[in-house]
């Protein structure tokens, strides 16, 4: 209500100070940006919150009305705001933390360095906003019961009735159709005993006999001849994983557990090679979440202590393995008590040996490669 500017200035200097709600501050100061030029210490109220931490609590919406007022009343005094508008940039631009207030900063700033008068037209604007005197809803529109009638029309676009813009003859058809489609009476036809006897069922339903075949899908819709489709099966049993980390076993556990545990089984197996470093079996074992507790060889007999977890189970599987490096033969021992995941261990042990045994004439630099690229592809599936 910019009427009642004159009326509310000589209060705004003396009460500013007693004023602390965020909402009443933002008021203010869009009142003291806006009218500013008619009240003498509007750029000084307004310095007294620019010097305000723009990180605080609760400091953000002031700053955001502050910005633009100041800016506001440097156009209309120029003078007493170009260092109170300088300072307030500065330390929104080096200072602020919020993303949003810091970009309003730099593009008041780069507005005002590129084109005074542009800044000013776009800060500022054109026109002032217009008095308003009453509320649209408060206002009497006896259009407004038409429009509300004729709703779903380009009416409501148009905020006049449709015999403001169509053609009088038009008008007057479409209220016709509207009379008759409201007088209309539809009355139910009752058909006769001869005809309910001819009327079809309500719902055809066609079973499809045992003989009836799928259609084939031994192509895609590509015609890329991959091979018959294979639904996938939704109720399978989880595949069989281990742990990606070594079990939490000490080697007395481990030592413990060997001796009291009898089932066991066994996997032989001849290499192509043996690698001159044992550690390298060890760390290829690595990769199929095989862990090492301890290794070592005398008089050209290799042994590894290794162990592992299911991942579903949590049983725990010790492995005996012994590598002549003379006969390059491999024997190895599994025991656990979980005998159903004894044997499918015994399976995976065996594929990471057969592993073992194709990449044992590998160089240490091949090898180092490899494993970085199976850590990438674990790391990848595990996302």
Known sequence: YPQFIDEVMPFVQDLHNLITKGEAKVALIWILGEFGEKIPAAPYILE???????????????FYALITAITKLFFARPRECQQILGNLLKQLIMGCENADLKARALLYYNLLQTNIDVAKEI???REKVAAIDAF??????ENDEKIAKEFNTFSVIYQSPQEKFLKKQLVQKMHQEELENE??????????????KKQPPLVEVNIPTATSTAPSVSKDLLDLDIGEYQSPDLYAAP???LIDSPPAVESSTYQQSWMEISNSDT???TLKSVPENIGDIDTLMQSKRIYCMALGEKDGLIKYYFYAQAMISKALFFIETQINRKTKALQTVIKSNNEGDRAKFKQLYTEAVSYTHLRAHETREDLVCRLLLEKKKQTKYKQ
């Open 123 to 125: 800060i500022v604007g």
């Open 239 to 241: 595949s069989f994983e």
């Open 136 to 141: 649209y809803e408060d206002e009497e529109n």
């Open 48 to 62: 007294n919150y620019a010097v305000m931490p723009p990180n605080e609590p609760g400091s953000l919406e002031v």
């Open 267 to 269: 996997v032989t197996a």
């Open 183 to 196: 007088t209309k009476e539809v009355k139910p036809q009752t058909p006769s005993p001869i005809e309910e």
